[in-house]
């Protein structure tokens, strides 16, 4: 049995540009130090610290040894790295936690995509032999799935441009997204076509971002913050690589990382997901099952603002957030790694 | 203001590899225009094959051959292609699923338009004229004739 006494008790994100002037430790540097202060805590007392980056996007190999420097590596310090999102590396965190000899723990995710071709640069996650030859970009994988759901009769495009709609609407709310506004569907079914059936609203932007999260257990989450957004269940999940070997039209690992974390399928005040193309968030509320007029993305989610390596740690900060403020009482983040929904994480937060 | 500093690096591993007994006898027979697959203790042929079922783990050896057609399952039309694609021109990347398998492979579709492309089409590969041992070797599918 995990755990449940581990918060999100600090965090800080930058907001999402298409093109920073600073590099990832600059990015870095200011949210780690504000994340720290809104926790109160001094990054000497961190017991664990771990980040998610992808040295791919840099070019350069061991590039995450220098994000160190936002978290001040001297005198020496215990870490960790994940060449995944920082959700995962917020993962390793809270198992690490659990081993109770430390109570703190500081996680980043960042990204910089701006000097990447991020198309080409994602066809090398995948399998070397049968799918990163033929330069498989992420926008047509999820071409390819929103064609399945077409097929299966689960979606319209209309449905598509929907979330698009209500993701840009949402995130005028949201001082760190990239991409808000007002929309009409029909004007955005009247926009060409990059990925049929794709539109390039249904694709996520490009960004760079950064974001850092402080965990605690215990006493002294409840000393750090007076009302610590309680980790009362974390898991992920992984399905087969081979996006011809899976049904695309729905996540069976999304829905077995939420059971794994506890969730009952009971009401929840806000739901944060990673639905980089705008089919994957009706796949992934059906994976779910979350009510028509669930409070999903206020954010904006990805569709907004797409940092990266720290999109899905951006998600638990999102829930998180409204957590420790009050405004929700019982939240779900996912984050998702891979091509096309290939592997979920789920994270459910309560208040007090 | 002062020129922005540029530096240039170029990456790269330049290694060879053994690509196995599946994988290996894979793009092996793309060389002599046959396309293998690997069947499951279930019975099931898997295409692209794999050493090992992604659903149970079990250890893989009977490759079968499949095709030379197989059927669009699903699909996306690709108007601009990027230089890391297989094709210069527009092309519909496609989930194709040759005939006899189980699972169907990511490929790119050569139909020149995409008002020719439709779920459930037939296809036919159109080989490399001179192979090199990669997946490409099956050039891409087209509309079969």
């Known amino acids: ?352 | 203001m002062s020129q922005p500093r540029i530096v240039e690096s170029t990456l790269e591993f330049p290694y060879s590899r053994t690509l196995g007994p599946v994988v290996g006898a894979f793009l092996s027979g793309l060389r002599e225009h046959r396309i293998l697959g690997i069947r499951t203790r279930a019975g099931k042929v898997l295409v692209p094959p794999l050493e090992y079922d992604p659903n149970t783990g079990d250890a893989l050896d009977e490759l079968v051959e499949v095709g030379p057609q197989g059927t669009v399952t699903s699909w996306t039309w690709v108007d601009e292609p990027t230089p890391k694609h297989p094709l210069d021109r527009p092309f519909a990347f496609a989930l194709v699923t040759p005939d006899g398998a189980a699972t169907a492979m990511v490929h790119a579709v050569d139909a020149g338009s995409i008002d020719r492309m439709s779920t459930g089409m037939r296809v036919q590969p159109r080989w490399r004229a001179e192979p090199h041992n990669m997946i490409d070797d099956l050039a891409c599918w087209e509309p079969a004739s």
């Open chain 1, 1 to 352: 049995m995990a755990a449940t006494d581990i918060a999100v008790v600090g965090y800080a994100q930058t907001p999402s540009t298409r093109r920073a002037r600073e590099s990832e430790v600059q990015l870095l540097v200011p949210i780690v130090t504000e994340a720290l202060q809104r926790a109160g805590l001094d990054r000497r007392e961190v017991g664990f610290t771990c980040a998610g980056s992808c040295d791919y996007l840099t070019g350069g190999p061991f590039a995450f040894v220098s994000n160190l420097e936002a978290a001040g590596a001297w005198p020496p310090i215990s870490e960790s790295h994940v060449e995944m999102d920082g959700a995962w590396a917020m993962y390793e965190a809270w198992v690490r936690l659990q081993h109770g000899d430390i109570d703190t723990a500081l996680v980043f995710g960042s990204g910089k995509s701006s000097p990447s071709k991020p198309e080409e640069m994602w066809a090398q996650q995948l399998d070397p032999y049968y799918l990163a030859p033929l330069g498989v970009d992420p926008a047509s994988l999820a071409g390819i799935q929103a064609r399945a759901l077409l097929d299966a009769g689960k979606a319209t495009e209309r449905d598509f441009a929907n979330v698009v709609v209500r993701s840009r609407r949402n995130a005028k709310d949201n001082p760190n997204a990239q991409v808000a506004g007002d929309f009409s569907v029909d004007e955005l079914l009247a926009e060409p076509y990059v990925r049929a059936p794709l539109r390039k609203h249904d694709l996520p932007p490009i960004s760079d971002g950064a974001v850092a999260v402080v965990l605690a257990r215990g006493d002294r989450a409840r000393a750090l913050c007076k009302r610590p957004a309680w980790i009362r269940g974390l898991d992920h999940r992984i399905e087969v690589h081979q996006p011809g070997m899976r049904d695309l039209t729905t996540s069976t690992s999304t829905a077995l990382a939420a059971r794994k974390a506890g969730y009952d399928g009971g009401p929840l005040d806000v739901i944060e997901l990673s639905s980089t193309f705008s089919p994957q968030e009706l796949i992934l509320r059906d994976a779910l099952g979350v009510d028509a007029d669930a409070n999903v993305n206020p954010s904006g989610g990805p569709l907004a603002a797409n940092p990266v390596m720290a999109t899905g740690l951006v998600r638990i900060v999102e829930v998180a957030r409204r957590i420790v403020e009050g405004s929700a009482s019982r939240g779900l983040a996912h984050a998702t790694g891979g091509q096309v929904l290939q592997h979920n994480l789920v994270c459910l937060m309560e208040g007090d």
